[in-house]
């Protein structure tokens, strides 16, 4: 939800629209630095947490931090602003943080693995009292970017001290692309049976829902409104009614738009979704 005109409106926009739980950024996403949030803009938030009932359950951090850079001047900054981001996140009584992992750009895998274990070790050290938990998201894998398979988690986690403090979110347009085909009922059960093998579903928190422009395998990080890509209808109901997953929060990650008759996209698949439960 977007956060125009003050972090307490995306509680306002999701009511508005009949969301239940929403996620959102603290900041300009595309921005370094930003004001600092004040005790009027964290008022404002809880006012409107309790006007709404509108469950804010995550925040989304910043797209230009990548713990897996081996520039150290990037990294460095990184680290300063996903700080800044626990904080932020800390501070508005939001349980999960959702990073991408990043990519090595050049470098190999296991540095890239190695460079952000160490940097949320860092940041846990740093705000040892922060009780905000990191969520690593999947990815499409598009370039060099980790977070496409689930070795890579696992291999990050084994490496955090309080490893406690971590978990995944899931993006279905992400796991589509990068080769895990939940589009048929065998691709589904597969996938969370290796997601559970390696990572264990007890790490998983929060599932972004997107439809895929691309076929599975692509490594293109595409979204498109539910059922109008190659996840189709069927995909979505399978999440929706798997009791395993009955628990967590189902985040709308679709394109923000118009439809031709003038109607916001958002109504119109979280219409479509919750006609499949």
Known sequence: ?????????????????????????????????????TEDDRAAFQQARQETQVRPVAVHDSYLINLASLDERLYGRSLEALREEMQRTESLGIPYLVMHPGSPRGGGEQQGIERIARGINLIHQQGAEMKVMILMETTAGQGATLGNRFEHFARIIERIEEDERVGVCLDTCHVFAAGYDISTPQGYETTLEEFHRVIGLDRLKVIHLNDAKAASGARVDRHEHI?????????????????RLAHLPFILETPKAKTAGGEDWDCVNLRTLRGLL
Do not use: Y
């Open 1 to 37: 939800m977007s956060i125009a005109g003050g972090v307490s409106q995306a509680l306002r926009r999701g009511l508005e629209i009949g969301c239940d739980v929403i996620q959102l950024f603290t900041k300009n996403a595309m921005q370094w630095r930003t004001k600092p949030l």
């Open 227 to 243: 059922g109008k890509g190659h996840l189709g209808l069927d995909a979505f109901r399978r999440l929706l009614q798997d009791p």
